[in-house]
Protein backbone atom coordinates (compact mmCIF):
# COMPACT_ATOMS: atom_id res chain seq x y z
CA UNK A 1 0.00 0.00 0.00
CA UNK A 2 3.45 2.01 -0.40
CA UNK A 3 1.57 3.87 -3.25
CA UNK A 4 -1.33 5.51 -1.52
CA UNK A 5 1.36 7.22 0.75
CA UNK A 6 1.63 10.46 -1.21
CA UNK A 7 0.53 13.52 -0.06
CA UNK A 8 0.05 13.97 3.65
CA UNK A 9 -3.19 13.48 4.98
CA UNK A 10 -5.73 12.32 8.23
CA UNK A 11 -7.52 9.33 8.16
CA UNK A 12 -10.76 8.89 9.95
CA UNK A 13 -12.60 5.98 9.82
CA UNK A 14 -15.95 6.13 11.66
CA UNK A 15 -17.76 3.46 12.25
CA UNK A 16 -21.65 3.49 12.07
CA UNK A 17 -23.85 4.13 15.32
CA UNK A 18 -25.83 1.38 17.00
CA UNK A 19 -28.81 -0.34 15.17
CA UNK A 20 -31.78 -2.77 15.98
CA UNK A 21 -30.26 -5.54 14.92
CA UNK A 22 -32.94 -7.92 17.26
CA UNK A 23 -30.41 -10.19 18.11
CA UNK A 24 -29.86 -10.79 14.22
CA UNK A 25 -26.45 -11.49 12.49
CA UNK A 26 -26.30 -8.37 10.37
CA UNK A 27 -24.18 -8.06 7.48
CA UNK A 28 -25.31 -6.85 4.38
CA UNK A 29 -29.26 -6.54 5.63
CA UNK A 30 -29.90 -2.72 5.32
CA UNK A 31 -31.15 -2.14 9.26
CA UNK A 32 -31.63 1.90 9.96
CA UNK A 33 -29.55 3.37 12.60
CA UNK A 34 -31.31 3.86 16.16
CA UNK A 35 -31.98 7.34 17.53
CA UNK A 36 -29.40 7.12 19.87
CA UNK A 37 -26.92 5.32 17.24
CA UNK A 38 -27.46 8.54 15.10
CA UNK A 39 -27.00 10.69 17.66
CA UNK A 40 -23.69 9.03 18.77
CA UNK A 41 -22.38 9.59 15.19
CA UNK A 42 -23.43 12.84 15.36
CA UNK A 43 -21.43 13.57 18.88
CA UNK A 44 -18.23 12.16 17.47
CA UNK A 45 -18.87 14.45 14.01
CA UNK A 46 -18.68 17.35 15.80
CA UNK A 47 -15.17 15.95 17.30
CA UNK A 48 -13.95 14.79 13.95
CA UNK A 49 -14.95 18.16 12.69
CA UNK A 50 -13.49 20.01 15.24
CA UNK A 51 -9.90 18.25 14.98
CA UNK A 52 -9.38 19.71 11.18
CA UNK A 53 -11.74 20.55 8.39
CA UNK A 54 -13.23 17.71 6.25
CA UNK A 55 -12.08 17.82 2.65
CA UNK A 56 -13.05 14.82 1.52
CA UNK A 57 -15.57 11.67 2.33
CA UNK A 58 -16.57 8.07 1.00
CA UNK A 59 -19.21 5.71 2.56
CA UNK A 60 -20.42 2.25 2.80
CA UNK A 61 -23.68 2.10 0.86
CA UNK A 62 -25.46 0.81 3.13
CA UNK A 63 -28.20 2.82 5.14
CA UNK A 64 -26.74 3.01 8.90
CA UNK A 65 -23.81 4.56 6.87
CA UNK A 66 -25.05 6.23 3.61
CA UNK A 67 -27.82 8.30 5.04
CA UNK A 68 -25.51 9.93 7.86
CA UNK A 69 -22.65 10.25 5.69
CA UNK A 70 -25.21 11.95 2.85
CA UNK A 71 -26.06 14.38 5.56
CA UNK A 72 -22.97 15.59 6.16
CA UNK A 73 -21.15 15.73 2.87
CA UNK A 74 -23.94 18.13 1.89
CA UNK A 75 -23.78 20.28 5.15
CA UNK A 76 -19.90 20.62 4.68
CA UNK A 77 -19.81 21.01 0.56
CA UNK A 78 -17.35 18.33 0.37
CA UNK A 79 -17.28 15.57 -2.39
CA UNK A 80 -18.41 12.30 -1.18
CA UNK A 81 -18.24 8.90 -2.92
CA UNK A 82 -20.54 5.68 -2.19
CA UNK A 83 -18.87 2.71 -3.21
CA UNK A 84 -20.22 -0.77 -2.14
CA UNK A 85 -16.41 -2.14 -1.47
CA UNK A 86 -16.99 -0.26 1.90
CA UNK A 87 -20.09 -2.35 2.34
CA UNK A 88 -19.94 -5.14 5.60
CA UNK A 89 -18.99 -8.34 5.15
CA UNK A 90 -21.42 -10.58 3.09
CA UNK A 91 -22.80 -13.66 5.24
CA UNK A 92 -24.87 -15.14 2.32
CA UNK A 93 -27.28 -17.53 3.38
CA UNK A 94 -26.55 -16.88 7.19
CA UNK A 95 -27.40 -13.09 7.00
CA UNK A 96 -30.51 -12.30 9.17
CA UNK A 97 -30.22 -15.61 10.96
CA UNK A 98 -30.78 -15.48 14.99
CA UNK A 99 -27.26 -14.96 16.71
CA UNK A 100 -28.37 -17.10 19.34
CA UNK A 101 -28.90 -19.72 16.80
CA UNK A 102 -25.72 -19.94 15.03
CA UNK A 103 -24.35 -20.14 19.15
CA UNK A 104 -25.88 -23.41 19.65
CA UNK A 105 -24.88 -24.56 15.95
CA UNK A 106 -21.66 -23.88 15.59
CA UNK A 107 -20.19 -22.04 18.49
CA UNK A 108 -16.98 -21.45 17.44
CA UNK A 109 -17.76 -20.37 13.59
CA UNK A 110 -16.74 -17.09 13.53
CA UNK A 111 -13.04 -18.03 14.78
CA UNK A 112 -13.54 -21.07 11.90
CA UNK A 113 -14.45 -18.47 9.27
CA UNK A 114 -11.88 -16.57 9.81
CA UNK A 115 -8.98 -18.91 9.87
CA UNK A 116 -10.48 -20.55 6.49
CA UNK A 117 -11.61 -23.45 8.28
CA UNK A 118 -15.80 -22.53 7.84
CA UNK A 119 -17.04 -21.31 4.25
CA UNK A 120 -20.45 -19.62 4.90
CA UNK A 121 -23.12 -20.82 2.39
CA UNK A 122 -23.54 -18.03 -0.27
CA UNK A 123 -21.24 -15.79 1.43
CA UNK A 124 -18.21 -13.87 1.08
CA UNK A 125 -14.60 -15.50 2.17
CA UNK A 126 -12.42 -13.39 4.23
CA UNK A 127 -9.62 -13.17 1.18
CA UNK A 128 -12.57 -12.16 -1.02
CA UNK A 129 -13.68 -9.36 2.11
CA UNK A 130 -9.84 -7.85 2.31
CA UNK A 131 -9.62 -7.62 -1.51
CA UNK A 132 -12.42 -5.83 -2.28
CA UNK A 133 -11.97 -3.49 0.80
CA UNK A 134 -8.56 -2.49 -0.13
CA UNK A 135 -8.87 -1.90 -3.46
CA UNK A 136 -11.97 0.58 -2.84
CA UNK A 137 -9.60 2.26 -0.27
CA UNK A 138 -7.09 2.48 -2.80
CA UNK A 139 -9.20 4.09 -5.62
CA UNK A 140 -10.59 6.58 -3.14
CA UNK A 141 -7.52 7.55 -2.07
CA UNK A 142 -6.41 7.84 -5.34
CA UNK A 143 -9.10 10.13 -6.68
CA UNK A 144 -9.40 11.92 -3.44
CA UNK A 145 -7.91 15.18 -2.51
CA UNK A 146 -7.27 17.47 0.29
CA UNK A 147 -5.82 17.00 3.67
CA UNK A 148 -8.72 15.30 6.02
CA UNK A 149 -10.28 12.35 4.85
CA UNK A 150 -13.50 10.88 6.52
CA UNK A 151 -14.73 6.80 5.68
CA UNK A 152 -17.82 6.51 7.08
CA UNK A 153 -18.46 2.29 7.35
CA UNK A 154 -18.63 -1.17 9.49
CA UNK A 155 -16.10 -2.77 11.99
CA UNK A 156 -14.72 -4.95 9.72
CA UNK A 157 -14.00 -2.67 7.29
CA UNK A 158 -12.18 -0.73 9.66
CA UNK A 159 -9.94 -3.51 11.11
CA UNK A 160 -9.29 -4.44 7.48
CA UNK A 161 -7.79 -1.16 7.08
CA UNK A 162 -5.85 -0.54 10.17
CA UNK A 163 -3.98 -4.18 9.63
CA UNK A 164 -2.99 -2.81 6.32
CA UNK A 165 -1.79 0.81 6.59
CA UNK A 166 -0.68 0.08 10.46
CA UNK A 167 1.15 -3.09 9.12
CA UNK A 168 0.10 -5.37 11.99
CA UNK A 169 -1.21 -8.88 12.12
CA UNK A 170 -5.20 -9.24 11.63
CA UNK A 171 -5.73 -10.68 14.82
CA UNK A 172 -3.68 -8.03 16.62
CA UNK A 173 -5.76 -5.26 14.59
CA UNK A 174 -9.08 -6.98 15.83
CA UNK A 175 -7.76 -6.03 19.34
CA UNK A 176 -7.84 -1.91 18.40
CA UNK A 177 -12.19 -1.59 18.91
CA UNK A 178 -13.92 1.31 17.26
CA UNK A 179 -16.93 1.35 19.48
CA UNK A 180 -20.30 1.87 17.30
CA UNK A 181 -20.28 5.30 16.63
CA UNK A 182 -16.50 5.93 17.69
CA UNK A 183 -13.46 6.74 15.11
CA UNK A 184 -10.38 6.51 14.83
CA UNK A 185 -7.33 8.70 13.03
CA UNK A 186 -4.42 7.77 11.76
CA UNK A 187 -1.68 10.02 9.96
CA UNK A 188 -0.68 9.21 6.95
CA UNK A 189 2.92 10.42 5.83
CA UNK A 190 5.02 10.78 2.61
CA UNK A 191 7.59 8.15 3.27
CA UNK A 192 6.71 7.66 6.50
CA UNK A 193 4.32 4.31 7.90
CA UNK A 194 1.41 5.51 9.23
CA UNK A 195 0.66 5.71 12.60
CA UNK A 196 -2.39 6.16 14.78
CA UNK A 197 -3.14 9.41 16.43
CA UNK A 198 -6.55 9.07 18.10
CA UNK A 199 -9.20 6.11 18.93
CA UNK A 200 -12.36 7.67 20.64
CA UNK A 201 -15.53 6.29 21.83
CA UNK A 202 -18.36 8.67 20.68
CA UNK A 203 -19.35 11.31 23.84
CA UNK A 204 -21.97 10.46 26.10
CA UNK A 205 -25.27 12.00 25.41
Known sequence: MTELIMNPYTLTLLRHGEIDHQGLLTGQRDVPLTTEGGAAMDRSWQQIAALAPVSSMATSPLARCREFAVRRALAA??????D???AEFDF???DGRA???????????????????LALPGGESPERFHTRVLSGFSEWIAA???CHRVLVTHGAVI????????????????????????????????????????LD???PG
Do not use: C
Not at 77 to 82: F, G, M, Q
Open 77 to 82: SVPLKV
Open 84 to 86: ERF
Open 92 to 94: GDW
Open 99 to 117: QSELATAEPHWEQAWQTGK
Open 144 to 146: SRG
Open 159 to 198: TTLLAELLDMELAVARLITVQPGGFVQLSILQAHPAYLMR
Open 201 to 203: APL
